[in-house]
């Protein structure tokens, strides 16, 4: 596939994203378990929680198309496929219990999606180990904030903590993948900046 389809791709990927409801190709890990029953408070902070991490799935879905796009081997297009495929579950999962909680999506996600495809074309042209790296260091952090929401949750939304589980075990099967193809360790103020970008990413769309 030549660059201009590649564009194409990655813009396709963009409006699907952000306008079309996610379909899972996987079960829903939280199917089979009742409703719990939240207090009105407890609704509002689990949805927002969620929320939160259904716009970490849209920066995911950036990154990995942005990447894509200026990757150069395609072993490591394959790998960012992948991954982000399983990032759609991801979207689907986390969009439905914003929806059962009562909750809303962020109004900021195009903005993180333009920014995150942005960064991920950039951590691309870097070279693939790199952008390999780029991809562990990036699952590496949101695997770390999963834990964080995971302890964050109210004791009673046993579904939005199995969605959590599932999706803290996928991370970090990507950031092995990505570190067994070769990825580099970024440096640390690289990382730094990353985990920065994150802290503001969670603290808007928890309120936005």
Sequence with gaps: MNLVD?????????????????????P????????ADLSEVEKRHSASLMRVNHT???????????????????????????????????????????????????????LFYASSFALGALSGLAGDRWNLGFLAETERQVESHLRDHLGRLPD??????????QMRDDEAKHARTALDQGGAPLPGPVQAVMKAASRIMTATTYRF
């Design 28 to 35: 829903h890990p939280d199917a089979v378990l009742p409703e």
């Design 156 to 165: 009673a939304d046993a579904k939005s903590r199995v969605v959590l589980e």
């Design 6 to 26: 590649r564009l194409i791709v990655g813009f396709d990927n963009g409006l699907r994203t952000l306008a079309a409801q996610a379909v899972s190709s996987r």
């Design 56 to 110: 970490g799935e849209i920066c995911a879905q950036a990154l990995y198309a942005g990447q894509a796009l200026t990757a150069r081997d395609s072993e490591v297009r394959d790998v960012l496929a992948e991954a982000g495929r399983e990032e759609v579950d991801h979207l689907a999962w986390t969009q439905r219990r914003i929806e059962a909680l009562g909750g809303r999506t962020s109004v900021l996600n195009p």
